[in-house]
């Protein structure tokens, strides 16, 4: 099966899912509902919803409950989002021009702000205490990893743990609570609960580790924006951490970043990257959590979201864009 | 009783609070603990928890319920000064270097956004719908005053009544919902929840209409800052709207402010501003709002936290700092 059939036998139920997102951070404030808007027609993949509904089938499947838990995850998802395209000084996402780039800093600012606050209000519509203390905590530990990341930019003595610790709170962590909490709202067993977790986090490790290869290995057409970008940013992800750390190409890599003015021999440093094996490395890590995944899938009663979820781990571990 | 009284009286449940604010915001990523414990310890009034507890008497006085509540409007508070000073381009606040100025404005987003995350978290311990309901409502309020603020900048031909929306979002609600809430959590009577909502929500009116004037009557070493720093900021307030808008002073403040280099001239503008009647005509608004409290307060049952809150709107209409 393909990821666009998988989208299709679900989007029905997704649609009803972006009418309550829509609904949901509607507001009088003319540059709120714009930017807001603005973000959410960015769209992207939904992957959270997905998460969310294909969980639910693993409980007592209550369409209305699910649509709220998914609608909040992608409202924090977007308010992160807006957040970070100021911290990257982002122009452009999905090929779209972000918030910060048509209106500025402090409207992005207040967007996430806003979101936030919309999230907050969506949650308390669901009246579970369980599912409140779980969403609070993963915001803190969202932001917790967003003020790393600052603290890690440019910083080529940090440790693959601190990688590994950044990309989680960055990008894993939402998903596994995704399909935690379509568990939980659906009432599902305790140990239904935890694998689903487990599927989510490791799934969610190996999409952000991959997304990192790509930045290395995507074409400008691909990407929407020229290789090494990341890196060009300050951001030092894995591949660039191998390479330095654990390759031949140490000493050269040293001495290409010496004064910091990486930006300006990006091609040579993406270069001296790709000649370690900083890529093979970094795909053979990602493909070492989806087996996790998909370990943690095996656990799982065998109705046909299992397989579907199993389907989406296989298109993470080798998809190319 | 003077103000100073009040505050004697309640040290120990207002130091109970900061403890309970401190142990909230306490995290192991080293800048948000720093910097959020910067903006706590730049301290201010502590008016919300003041309000909260004493309004929690006009029902069943739990102190342990109370707490949570008046720790979560702090936190909110905190959060919004944050924001707010990279918005002002503040440097200090209160005397204290801001997390904008010490550190920087990305920084101050992610402390503003942390203590979101961690008021959520607190309110997710009180397990009452109707407080997550209300609360929910104001950050969304707070925010959408926020971006209003920014789209006021300037902006010489906004009428009264946008102004008097702006200041109930960044002022007079949270007082508001400091004594409603106060009042929910200790279970009072619903006329008395209503009638100390109109009492917070008015005495937050005169308060920031009064903080208004001061940016103008006060001098350098009362206000921290020269006078007029809200106009060279582009903040247009009540006396300034009143100039432009209801005085003889009109052609001639239009004259001065016409190529928008207001700053240059901001002695010539405090000085035209203070020629028309806009600093009396701001006081006799913000009396009215305490008249109001103060009528709100007579419907109220006579105990003495009764007197207190009469006392605290009659320092609030006569303050000078």
Redesign the interface.
């Known amino acids: 099966m393909k990821l666009e059939d998988i989208y299709f036998r679900m989007r029905r139920d997704i649609k009803e899912i972006e009418k309550e997102i829509s609904m949901t951070i509607a ?3 003319k ?2 509902h714009q930017a807001s808007h603005q973000l959410f027609k960015a769209g992207g993949k939904r992957i959270r919803p997905v998460f969310v509904l294909l969980a639910g089938h693993f409980g007592n499947y209550q369409f209305d409950k699910l649509k709220k838990v998914a609608a909040a995850l992608e409202i924090i998802h977007m308010a992160t989002l807006v ?1 970070d395209d ?2 990257d000084d982002a122009d452009k996402r999905r090929g779209k021009l972000t918030v910060k780039a048509q209106w500025d ?3 992005a ?2 967007t ?3 979101l ?3 999230f ?2 969506l949650i ?1 519509e669901l ?1 579970n ?1 369980e599912i ?2 779980i ?3 993963i ?2 530990s ?3 990893g ?3 990341q ?2 890690d930019f440019n910083n080529w003595e940090q440790s693959l743990k601190q990688y590994l610790r950044r990309i989680k709170r960055k990008t894993a962590i939402l998903l596994a609570v995704s399909t935690q909490l379509g568990a939980i709202a659906s009432d599902a067993e305790t140990k239904v609960v935890r694998y689903l977790y487990q599927y989510g986090y490791n799934v969610g490790m190996a999409f952000q580790i991959i997304d990192d290869v790509l930045d290395y290995t995507g074409t400008t057409a691909q990407l929407g924006k020229p290789a090494g970008s990341d890196l060009s940013q300050g951001n030092i992800t894995l591949p660039a951490l191998y390479a330095v750390h654990c390759s031949d190409e140490r000493d050269q890599l040293l001495e290409l970043i010496k004064n910091d003015q990486i930006s300006e021999k990006i091609d040579q440093v993406v270069a001296c990257i790709k000649r370690s094996d900083g890529i093979e490395y970094s795909k053979r890590l990602a493909q070492r959590y989806i087996i996790k995944a998909q370990e943690a899938l095996e656990k799982l009663p065998n109705i046909k979201e299992k397989e579907t979820l199993f389907e989406i781990s296989e298109f993470i571990a080798k998809r190319t864009y």
């Open positions: 507001t009088d404030q540059v709120l957040h100021v911290i800093n402090k409207v600012m207040y996430g702000d806003y936030l606050a919309k907050l209000q308390t009246e205490p409140h203390k969403l609070s905590k915001l803190v969202i932001v917790e967003e003020i790393d600052i603290k």
